[in-house]
C-alpha cells in the first residue's frame, strides 16, 4: 500500500451542505481541501425536502425571536439559547445569501421568496402556526447541495472526492489547556486503495450522522457516523447523543422521507378509523406539532389498536383532499416516492407511513463558531472544528424543529468556515509523528486478513434491528438493557469479521466493514446515554420516566471513551437565555 | 420470486477484459433492483462493487444499465423489470471496476458549461425578485441530480467522448433561462463549439434515461434555439 503526503493550512471533511458551505468561506483566504468518501452531490444533504426557515415575513408577519422560542421550546428546553439566537437571527442573512448564489427558491406573487407552513413553528409563542420555511417545492435540500456546489466549482474550490477519512492526528501541544492540536488527517482513497497523510493546522468535520444503526431509518446508507466515530476513538466527547429524531412520516417498511411540508402543505395524519388522531393530543397546531410529539402519537395509536394494514403497525397520511395542482407544484418529488416504491396515487389513496429514524440531534460537541469543545468546561481544542449533523451547538437540544437542519448547515458552516480561516492565519504548520498513518494501516491490514465467520452485512442487520426495536420512539430500561446486551455481543463479533475482497481498487467490502465498527461504536454511546437519562424530554421518551424532570436533568450529557471501550458519563450545564422552562404544549 | 441476477463484472486486478457472471437470489417482487445486487454483495460475492447512497433515487450514485437501458438500480422495482436482469455499467465512461466507471470526464463537461450564478449587480440585504414565470422558464433543468444516466445513453457521447454531452446542457439550460444569470453568451459560446449542442441527433435516449423526468432533449433544442436566435 502506497502512503502519499499533502500539505494543507485546513481540511474539511465532508462536502454536504455544511463542509461546502463552510469551504466557500475558507476558499481563497488559505489553502483548503475538501476530502469526502462521496462525490460532493451526492451528500445526503440533497435528500432534504421541505424548507429552511427564516423569519423573512415575506407572506406574514414574523420576527427571528418567535423563530428563537419555537427553536428552543421545540428543544424541549435543552438547547443553548445564546446558539440558538445566532441561529435564528442569522437565518435571514443565510437565506437571502443563497438565493443572491442562485438558489431557485419558490416565489411569491410579488416575486419574493415564497414560506409555507412547518411543525413546530408558530406565530407569537405559539398562537398558531406561522409560514416561515423558505422552499423550492420538497427538493430545498437537492437545491442547496447543487447551488453550494455551483459556488464551489465557481471558486475552483479543491475536491478530493471518494476518500474516505479514518483517522485524526493530534500533536502535543503543551502549556495549552487541551494539551493537544490539530495536525493531520488520515485518508483511504477508494480508487487506488492508497493511504494519504494530510498535514494540516485546522480540520471541519462536516461528515453528517448516523440514522444507519436503525432499520427504518430516512438516512443514505453512507451515513455510518464516520466521523463522530474517529473522534471519539481519538477522546472527543460525544454529547446528548441520547437524542435521536424519529421523523413521523417515513415510507411504511421503506424509511423513505415524506416531507413535513405535505402536512404543512394541509395533509392530515388518520388512524385505521379515518380520525384525525392529531386533534387530540395537539389541539392548536394539530398535524403540525413538532416531529417528537407526532412521532410518539402515532406510536401510541398503534400500540392502542389503532393501527392500520395486516400487521395493524402504521398510520395514514392522507393528501387526498388537496388540490391535485398543488400537490403537483409544492409535492412532486414525495407523491413520486410513493408511486414508485408503493404503486399508489397519493391523489386518491392515504399513504401508509411509520416514524423512521432521521436525525441526531447529539455529536461532537462545539460553540458556536464552529470550534470542537472537549470537557464540560468548554475547552476549545486548538483547530478542530464540525458543523452540521455531525455536531452538536446545541440548537436542537433534545428535538430539532423541521427545517432547522438545513438552516444549522449553512449558519454554522458558514461560521465555522470562518473562524477557521482566521485561525489558520496565526497557526503555524504542526509536526507530525512519524508514520502517522501506522493505526489505520493496522486496522485494514487486520480486516483483510480476518479469517473469522462473522458478516459485515449480518452484523449491520442486527444492530439495526435491534435499535429500531428497542431504543427507538419508546424506550425503557428493560429495552436499553436489551440494546446493550446485543451491542456488546456484536462488538465482540465484530472482531471476527472476515471480508471477500482482499484488493485494492473500489473495496467496499473493507470500507463497509470499518464503517459498521464506527456505527457500533455510536450505537453503545447512543444507549449508554438514553439508559442513564431517567427523564422524558424531546425525542427521547422513556415509558419508566415519562415525566421532564429539569431539576436533575437540565443538562447535556458528555459520553468519553475509557480505554476498555466502555461509555463513560459526564454532564454539563444547559446555557440558559430569554425563556424559561415550561410545559410543552401545542 | 427467484430472479437471475447477471452482472457484468470486471476486477482490473485480476481480470484481463469484463465477464458476466450470473447470480441466483430471492427476492420479494417489490424490491428494488438494487437489493437484488446488494444481496449478491452480501451473502454471495464481496468483492461486487457499486456506487451507491440514499437508495431512493435523489443521489444520483447508481445509474447502470439494466436491462438494456440506464436507469438507477434504487428506482427500478424487480416487479417491474422481470425475473431476469442485467446489469452492466454506464458506456462511455472509463471502466474502473464492475459498476464503478470513472466520473472525472463527466464533471470536467459539467464544469466546462461555467454551471453557477454569474451577476455583477449589488443584490442590497434583500433577495432579488423573480417572477413565478420567470422562475417556471428553468424550473424543469434544476432538477438533475448529475448521476450520468442522460450522456452516457447518448449514441453521440458513445462514438465522441469530446462531446459536452446532455447533462452539461441541462445544467447550462438551468442558468441560460434563470432571469438572474448575466454570462448566457458566454454559455452559448462554450455550447456552440464544435464539441457543443450540434453534434446532437436528438435520439430521445437521454429524455428517456432521465431519472428526474427532465426533459432533456427539449432542454437541448431550446438551448439550440437560443444560439441561432442570439446570432441575428
Known amino acids: ?105 419558490n416565489r411569491t ?43 464551489c466549482v465557481k471558486r475552483d474550490v479543491t475536491f478530493f472526492n471518494e476518500f474516505q477519512v479514518l483517522d485524526m492526528v493530534f500533536a502535543d501541544d503543551p502549556g495549552t489547556p487541551a494539551g493537544r492540536r490539530v495536525a493531520g488527517v488520515i485518508a483511504y482513497e477508494m480508487a487506488t486503495g492508497d493511504l494519504h497523510v494530510f498535514t494540516t493546522k485546522a480540520a471541519l468535520f462536516a461528515s453528517g450522522g448516523f440514522g444507519r444503526m436503525f432499520k427504518i431509518s430516512s438516512n443514505a446508507v453512507s451515513l455510518t457516523g464516520d466521523g463522530p466515530g474517529l473522534l471519539y476513538r481519538r477522546g472527543i466527547p460525544m454529547q446528548d447523543m441520547e437524542f435521536f429524531q424519529f421523523h413521523p412520516t417515513g415510507i411504511y417498511k421503506l424509511g423513505i422521507l415524506l416531507s413535513e411540508a405535505a402536512r404543512g402543505e394541509g395533509g392530515i395524519l388518520r388512524n385505521v378509523d379515518g380520525e384525525r388522531f392529531m ?28 393501527g392500520a394494514g395486516a400487521d395493524k403497525d402504521m398510520v395514514y397520511l392522507d393528501l387526498t383532499h388537496l388540490p391535485p395542482e398543488q400537490i403537483d407544484e409544492k409535492l412532486p418529488d414525495i407523491t413520486d416516492f410513493v408511486r414508485t416504491y408503493l404503486g399508489i396515487e397519493p391523489k386518491k389513496d392515504p399513504i401508509p407511513i411509520q ?100 458478516n459485515t452485512a449480518d452484523l449491520r442487520t442486527r444492530l439495526q434491528a435491534e435499535m429500531t426495536a428497542n431504543a427507538m420512539v419508546f424506550r425503557t430500561e428493560e429495552s436499553l438493557a436489551h440494546a446493550t446486551e446485543v451491542i456488546d455481543e456484536l462488538t465482540e463479533e ?20 470499518l464503517e459498521l ?22 425525542a427521547h421518551f422513556r415509558d419508566d420516566h415519562p415525566l421532564r424532570e429539569d431539576e436533575h436533568w437540565m443538562k447535556h450529557t458528555l459520553a468519553t471513551r475509557k480505554d476498555d471501550g466502555g461509555v463513560h458519563l459526564g454532564y454539563k450545564p444547559v446555557i440558559g437565555g430569554n425563556y424559561e422552562p415550561m410545559e410543552r404544549k401545542y | 420470486m427467484q430472479v437471475e441476477l447477471k452482472i457484468k463484472r470486471y476486477n482490473p486486478e485480476t481480470d484481463t477484459k469484463p465477464h458476466w457472471q450470473t447470480y441466483t437470489v430471492d427476492m420479494e417482487p417489490t424490491d428494488k433492483v438494487l437489493d437484488a445486487i446488494h444481496e449478491v454483495k452480501y451473502h454471495q460475492d464481496g468483492t461486487l462493487a457499486l456506487r451507491r447512497s440514499c437508495v431512493h433515487g435523489v443521489c444520483g450514485s447508481d445509474a447502470m444499465v439494466i436491462n438494456g437501458v440506464n436507469r438507477l438500480a434504487c428506482t427500478q422495482l424487480i416487479q417491474d423489470v422481470g425475473d431476469k436482469i442485467t446489469v452492466e455499467p454506464i ?64 449514441p453521440v457521447f458513445w462514438g465522441n467522448s469530446g462531446y459536452v454531452g446532455p447533462a452539461a446542457i441541462v445544467n447550462a439550460h438551468r442558468f441560460i433561462f434563470d432571469s438572474r444569470d448575466e454570462a448566457g453568451a458566454e454559455r452559448l459560446d ?39 436566435y442570439s446570432r441575428i
Request: hydrophobic share 40%; proline share 4%; charged share 25%.
Open chain 1, 279 to 306: 386533534e387530540r393530543y395537539a389541539p392548536t397546531v394539530k398535524d403540525l406539532a413538532p416531529r417528537d410529539m407526532v412521532s410518539r402519537s402515532i406510536m401510541t395509536e398503534i400500540r392502542e389498536g389503532r
Open chain 1, 1 to 105: 500500500m502506497n502512503v502519499h503526503h499533502h500539505s494543507y493550512d485546513a481540511v474539511i471533511v465532508g462536502a454536504g451542505g455544511a463542509g461546502l458551505r463552510a469551504a466557500i468561506e475558507v476558499a481563497g483566504k488559505c489553502r483548503v481541501a475538501v476530502l469526502t468518501k462521496l462525490y460532493p452531490t451526492r451528500s445526503h444533504t440533497g435528500a432534504a425536502q421541505g424548507g429552511m426557515c427564516a423569519a423573512l415575513a415575506n407572506v406574514e408577519e414574523d420576527s427571528w425571536e418567535w423563530h428563537a422560542f419555537d427553536t428552543v421550546k421545540g428543544a424541549d428546553y435543552l438547547g443553548d439559547q445564546p446558539a440558538i439566537e445566532i441561529m435564528c437571527r442569522e437565518a435571514i442573512d443565510a437565506v437571502v445569501e443563497l438565493e443572491h448564489f442562485g438558489l431557485p427558491f
Open chain 2, 91 to 154: 458506456r462511455g465512461l472509463p471502466v474502473i471496476k464492475d459498476l464503478v466507471v470513472d466520473m472525472e470526464p463527466f464533471f470536467a463537461q459539467y464544469r466546462s458549461v461555467l454551471p453557477y450564478l454569474v451577476t455583477t449587480d449589488e443584490p442590497g440585504y434583500r433577495e432579488r425578485t423573480q417572477s413565478s414565470e420567470e422562475r417556471d422558464r428553468f424550473d424543469d433543468t434544476t432538477k438533475c441530480i448529475l448521476c450520468a444516466a442522460c450522456t452516457t445513453s447518448c
Open chain 1, 355 to 454: 416514524p423512521t429514524a432521521h436525525y441526531a440531534m447529539g455529536g461532537i460537541p462545539t460553540n458556536v463558531d464552529g470550534q470542537v469543545v472537549i470537557d464540560a468546561d468548554n475547552t476549545v481544542l486548538p483547530g478542530l472544528y464540525a458543523a452540521g449533523e455531525c455536531a452538536c451547538v446545541s440548537v436542537h437540544g433534545a428535538n430539532r424543529l423541521g427545517t432547522n437542519s438545513l438552516l444549522d448547515i449553512v449558519v454554522f458552516g458558514r461560521r465555522g468556515g470562518r473562524d477557521m480561516a482566521r485561525f489558520v492565519i496565526d497557526a503555524d504548520q504542526p509536526e507530525l509523528a512519524p508514520e502517522p498513518e501506522a493505526e489505520v494501516l493496522a486496522r485494514i491490514e487486520k480486516m483483510k486478513a480476518g479469517a473469522g465467520d462473522a
Open chain 2, 190 to 228: 462554450v455550447l456552440n463549439d464544435r464539441t457543443g449542442v450540434w453534434r446532437c441527433r436528438t435520439a430521445f435516449n437521454c429524455t428517456d434515461a432521465c431519472p428526474r423526468d427532465i426533459k432533456v432533449t427539449q432542454a437541448i433544442e431550446e438551448v439550440k434555439r437560443e444560439i441561432l
Open chain 1, 517 to 538: 465498527g464506527y456505527l457500533i461504536e455510536l450505537a453503545k454511546v447512543t444507549v449508554a446515554s438514553a439508559r442513564a437519562r431517567t427523564e422524558s424530554r424531546g
Open chain 1, 109 to 151: 406573487p410579488e416575486g419574493k421568496i415564497d414560506q409555507r407552513r412547518f411543525g413546530g413553528h408558530t406565530r407569537n409563542h405559539g398562537e398558531a402556526a406561522v409560514r416561515r420555511a423558505c422552499y423550492s417545492a420538497d427538493r430545498t435540500g437537492h437545491m442547496i447541495l447543487q447551488t453550494l456546489f455551483q459556488q
Open chain 1, 494 to 513: 465484530y472482531e471476527q469479521v472476515s471480508i471477500d475482497d482482499k484488493g485494492q481498487v473500489f473495496n467496499y467490502d473493507l470500507t463497509e466493514a
